[in-house]
């Protein structure tokens, strides 16, 4: 029982950082319909920059997140007028490749930039791992790293506050509204420049954060950008894109059945069984769990 | 549509000038065009999808690894060795077999998705072939990766005229599709598909039929590309940019378009030829090499064939049908 009981809170553990990894993601391919290759990289950076600020700078975590957001809000800006806003008045077909050619563009020299500054400046070792000591938690017998627990809270709130925003203020339904209709978004008179700048803005800023948080718990490297892209990807069909709150049910899903698969299976068939899932749900329901998400 | 005599001569001109450059290459350079050649044909085939039925097919690098896993994982096997000339044949056989059959079954679940959908679920094809690759240690080496058996080995000049050949072959693949029925019918469904399927083109018959197609020569360039090699891992043959790569490279040709893979594929490898051979940079040349896509992404967002631009100029004008 207690077996159990460790098997399923450490899945939703996991589950907690895959939602944390697909959540910004989701929010923005469903709203500017822009692909944005590199989310996996700008987390990778995030995390990073994290590292860098606390263990290499000596700050104090509470401002390095602060620093990060400053930086990544600046970045944020930059990213919007440079790529997004050339891109945005395109039609769907050319702005799907557009979007996929210029963020895989930036991914790649993103995450050379970062490699390379890291081995040359920082360390020779590129591994960003968090030393900060996160206390054990007991629950009902179950031993469970703090870190997991406060990366779960973090995203429980972050996807909350986004789908608050998204249903209830003027922005967030203009957000919803330009999901549905470029067009009619510009004859009622809705900016879609304005709105993606918002949009972009809250969900990179995000992104690095979350990046940060997920270095608490699982080490990264400069070139896991693209691969953890994919991984958000999965999860953010799994969902149904768009759909915030379920990211947070598909993580808990994913997690779940890679920690039994790891239990009984083997770590190594973990990614299969969520793959194997993917494609399942996408015969049987090709909207994702819960269909077509906000709009 | 009858064909312009120009574009012809041009196009015959290059094909003749392309046959006989080996002799004056060295061995580098010839393993440069070879390797050109192999994403011309990846590029090509991902050009059926995306500029005949407008599916962004992200997952076209999985037929590649496919290909070039199931050839290396045949020629490990004892009984396969000892058939002497056959063993080629086999190997290919099973390469285009297993390419078309991975095709058809991953088309049922991925044709319910449209756009931007499709294009991730694509994505994540490759994904699942590289966690495949890296578990199935005992067929595959696992993350060591596979070595083709040194007698089997394929020189880069052999190597160069059947990419050479296969490449041709895709482009002739486009230039059927861009001039038969079964072209038209994948044109109209790309124009509207609920209008098609009312006139009785069935739209999930087409896009299996296109995906099988275009999965074989590329799963072809995969085993060519092994033999060459010599040696695969999950990451030569299952990196994410074997298929991010040829969709940019078709998009900067302009898609739709029978020369479009050429240019684009062209353009590429010379940037990245310059970048990685030539310029002895103090920073990492892929740092330029992003920043040059972007650009492009950003400047010509047609692509090269059917921009304005391009089309000014009456010569090449004749390319661009």
Redesign the interface.
């Known amino acids: 029982m207690a077996r159990a009981l460790e098997l399923v809170v450490g899945g939703l553990a996991l589950g907690g950082i895959y939602a944390l990894l697909a959540f910004s993601l989701s929010l923005t391919?469903s709203t500017t319909?822009i692909?944005n290759?590199s989310h996996g990289v700008f987390f990778v950076w995030g995390g990073a920059c994290f590292v860098l600020f606390t263990q290499h700078l000596r700050l104090h975590p509470a401002v390095a997140i602060l620093i990060l957001t400053a930086l990544f809000f600046v970045f944020a800006l930059l990213f919007q007028w440079?790529?997004v806003r050339?891109?945005l008045g395109?039609n769907?077909?050319?702005l799907?490749?557009?979007?996929?050619?210029?963020t895989?563009?930036?991914?790649?020299?993103?995450?050379?930039?970062l490699?390379?500054a890291w081995v040359t400046y920082v360390d020779p070792y590129p591994v960003f791992t968090s030393s900060l000591a996160m206390f054990p938690v007991t629950l009902g017998g179950v031993a469970l790293s703090g870190s997991r627990l406060v990366i779960l809270g973090f995203v429980v709130l972050m996807v909350m506050g986004f789908h608050l925003f998204l249903q209830k203020t003027f922005w967030g339904r203009g957000a919803r509204a330009m999901a549905q209709n470029f067009d009619g978004c510009l004859v009622i008179g809705l900016n879609p420049y304005r709105l993606s700048l918002i949009l972009f803005t809250l969900a990179i800023m995000a992104t690095a954060v979350s990046g940060a948080f997920y270095v608490l718990a699982v080490p990264l490297n400069p070139y896991e950008g693209?691969?953890l892209t994919?991984?958000a990807?999965?999860v953010?069909?799994l969902a149904g894109?768009g759909n915030l709150p379920a990211t947070l049910v598909a993580g808990a899903v994913l997690g779940l059945a890679e920690v039994i698969t790891s239990q009984f299976l083997g770590t190594?068939?973990a990614?299969?069984v969520s793959?194997a899932i993917?494609?399942l749900v996408?015969?049987f329901k090709?909207t994702g769990f819960f269909g077509k998400g906000v709009y | 549509m009858s064909l312009d005599p120009r574009a012809t001569a041009l196009v015959l001109a290059g094909t003749g000038g392309l046959c006989i450059l080996p002799l004056f290459l060295s061995s580098s350079w010839l393993l440069v065009m070879f390797l050109s050649f192999v994403w011309l044909v990846i590029t090509a085939n991902y050009d059926v999808l995306d500029g005949f039925l407008g599916q962004i097919n992200l997952g076209q690098g999985a037929f590649f690894g496919l290909g070039a896993y199931v050839a290396t994982m045949l020629l490990n096997l004892p009984s396969v060795q000892q058939l002497g000339a056959l063993t080629f044949v086999v190997i290919t056989v099973s390469a285009l077999a297993a390419a078309a059959l991975f095709a058809a079954v991953m088309a049922f679940p991925l044709f319910r998705l449209k756009g931007l959908y499709f294009a991730i679920g694509t994505l994540i094809l490759i994904f699942l072939l590289q966690v495949l690759a890296l578990n199935l240690t005992p067929l595959t080496g696992g993350s060591y990766g596979l070595y083709v058996p040194p007698r089997f080995f394929m020189n880069t000049f052999i190597g160069y005229y059947l990419a050479l050949a296969l490449a041709i072959g895709s482009l002739a693949l486009n230039f059927y599709l861009s001039r038969s029925t079964l072209g038209l019918a994948f044109r109209c469904i790309k124009e509207d598909e609920d209008a098609a399927n009312s006139i009785g083109v069935d739209p999930m018959k087409y896009k299996l039929i296109a995906l099988v197609i275009a999965s074989l020569p590329t799963a072809a360039a995969g085993v060519l590309f092994a033999l060459n090699s010599g040696y695969i891992d999950p990451n030569i043959a299952l990196g994410v940019e074997r298929s991010l790569l040829p969709s940019l490279m078709a998009l900067l040709g302009g898609t739709g378009t029978v020369l479009g893979p050429v240019f684009g594929t062209a353009i590429i490898r010379i940037i990245e030829t310059v970048f990685f051979h030539y310029l002895r940079l103090p920073v990492p040349s892929l740092l330029f090499f992003g920043i040059t896509l972007l650009a492009v992404a950003l400047l010509i967002p047609e692509g090269l064939l059917k921009s304005a631009r391009f089309k000014r100029l009456p010569f090449l004008r004749a390319l661009a049908s």
């Not at chain 1, 799907?96 to 210029?102: D, K, Y």
């Not at chain 1, 895989?104 to 930039?113: N, R, V």
């Open positions: 391919i319909r692909l290759v440079g790529i050339p891109l395109r769907v077909h050319l799907l490749v557009g979007s996929i050619m210029a895989f563009g930036l991914a790649l020299s993103m995450e050379s930039a490699g390379y693209l691969p994919l991984k990807f999965t953010v069909i894109v190594v068939w990614p299969a793959l993917l494609f996408l015969v090709p």
